[in-house]
């Protein structure tokens, strides 16, 4: 019996396994990384378009006529609440990164802050309400741009 001739033939099934193994591992990997990305990209796009949503709906109850101080505070809680927002934001703490999370949040809390304005009788139009959306536009185009750079997106430039 040959010796030398099983050894190497054992050799080479022991690396043609071992080469196996490792690629299947990095294959499973890369894999992983690509799903935890496309999960992320979900959260961060309805994230975004759930805080425009809702601004949008705020914006068209504080246009509108409202009987009483009681009424508009309802009507503008419930524009926020009907956009899914409070969800998606739970969404975005869950699988966002930190620093993602963190810009999320002033967007969010600049949107309530809105939300509180308009609910008191900020009229649309007014300088409170121009303040309000600058702080909150600020704070989008930071979450937007964490957002762009967590992708792998380069920046828009626009913003």
Do not use: C
């Not at 009681?70 to 969800?87: I, M």
């Not at 308009?118 to 704070?139: F, H, K, T």
Request: charged share 25%; aromatic share 6%; net charge positive.
């Amino acid at each position: 019996m040959d010796w030398m001739s099983l050894l190497s033939t054992l050799t080479g099934a022991v690396i043609g396994i071992t080469a196996t193994l490792i690629a299947d591992r990095n294959r499973w990997r890369r894999e992983g990384l690509r799903h935890a990305m496309e999960v992320r990209r979900e959260a961060y796009t309805e994230f975004a378009s759930a805080l425009k949503a809702a601004g949008e709906e705020m914006r068209a109850v504080a246009l509108g006529d409202h009987m009483s101080d009681s009424v508009r505070d309802a009507a503008v809680r419930e524009a926020v609440r009907g956009s899914g927002l409070y969800t998606a934001s739970e969404r975005l703490w869950l699988v966002g990164l930190p620093q993602v999370v963190a810009a999320g949040n002033e967007a969010f809390h600049g949107l309530r802050a809105i939300r509180d304005a308009y609910a008191r009788g900020v009229a649309v139009g007014s300088p409170e309400e121009a303040r309000l959306i600058g702080v909150r536009r600020s704070a989008m185009a930071q979450m937007r741009r964490l957002m762009r750079e967590d992708l792998g997106i380069g920046p828009l430039g626009i913003e």
